[in-house]
């Protein structure tokens, strides 16, 4: 079967700094990966790569077995990849709808003398948008908030809109930079639950960072774990926490995940 997502050999250099070397992973459709691995590993750089935002200077982005690597930052979205950031990155002024709108629009095209006179067509088509959108917000319980600017969004609450403007560019393959930093432990808890239901009502394959071991090691089928920008191990939650270079790098001399 061709994974959705394969990359293979992976790798980044600033300068003089190798930030990430000889990556691999392999995802298969609705299966979800972990990264791991300690501050300034490499993990949000190989999402800059799998995103477009870097081009990589080794290495393969198979993605339904067609190599991305040179695609500019559009061809990987209109491939049906879609990210969150570590930091939130809204557009601050606008509400929480006009967020998801404007990552909706990446999806339709009206080609310029249709949108330049704003035929019915237009219109009808723009008027379906923003049921779409409301529709996402809905569906992430988020509609109270539709016309609320989002800054003043509380913490959790952006971060999910964050999650539902991502999906609004319908992907594939979904990569979470960190969705539960800054959350407590019954946030943590409620978004493994999210997560896994994001990934079957909106049949998508996920990829997500994490420093919280209990969600990584709760919703993930496969775990790669990265230190110093090098793949350190690889494999199923439960073989990823109890093996012992991992726990060394990761946590220190007998640290317990
Ligand atoms: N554009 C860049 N130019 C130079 N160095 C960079 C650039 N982007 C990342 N780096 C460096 O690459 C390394 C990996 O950074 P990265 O942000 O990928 O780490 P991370 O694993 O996501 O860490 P964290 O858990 O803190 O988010 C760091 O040393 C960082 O300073
Ligand atoms: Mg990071």
Not at 68 to 93: D, M, W
Not at 138 to 162: I, M, N, T
Not at 198 to 204: A, G
Request: hydrophobic residues 40%; glycine residues 10%; proline residues 4%.
């Amino acid at each position: 079967m061709t994974a959705l997502l394969e990359v293979r050999s992976l790798g980044i250099r600033f300068g003089g700094l190798q930030a990430v070397d000889s990556f691999h992973c392999r995802l298969n459709q609705g299966e979800i990966g972990g990264i791991i691995g300690p501050n300034g590993a490499g993990k949000t750089t190989i999402f800059n790569m799998l995103t477009g935002i870097y081009p990589p200077t080794a290495g393969e982005i198979f993605f339904r077995g067609e190599n991305l690597v040179g695609r500019p930052i559009h061809g990987f979205t209109e491939h049906g990849i879609a990210r969150t950031f570590q930091n939130i990155r809204l557009f601050k002024e606008l509400s929480a709808l006009d967020n998801i709108k404007i990552a909706r629009h990446m999806k339709v095209k009206y080609g310029f003398f249709p949108g330049l006179f704003r035929t019915e067509a237009v219109s009808r088509r723009e008027n379906e948008l923003e049921e779409e959108c409301l529709s996402i917000l809905e569906r992430l319980s988020l509609a109270q908030y539709a016309r609320h600017k989002a800054s003043g969004l509380p913490y959790g609450v952006q971060r999910r809109l964050e999650i539902a403007r991502a999906l609004a560019t319908s992907p594939e393959l979904l990569l979470l930079d960190e969705p539960a930093a800054g959350m407590n432990p019954q946030e943590v808890d409620q978004l493994s639950k999210t997560i896994l239901w994001i990934r079957d009502e909106f049949k998508v394959t996920i990829l997500l960072i994490e420093h919280h071991m209990q969600l990584v090691m709760g919703v993930c089928d496969h775990v790669t774990v990265v230190s110093f920008g090098k793949l350190l191990a690889e494999g199923k939650p439960d073989e990823v926490k109890v093996n012992p270079v991992v726990v060394e790098a990761y946590l220190g001399k007998g640290g317990k995940f």
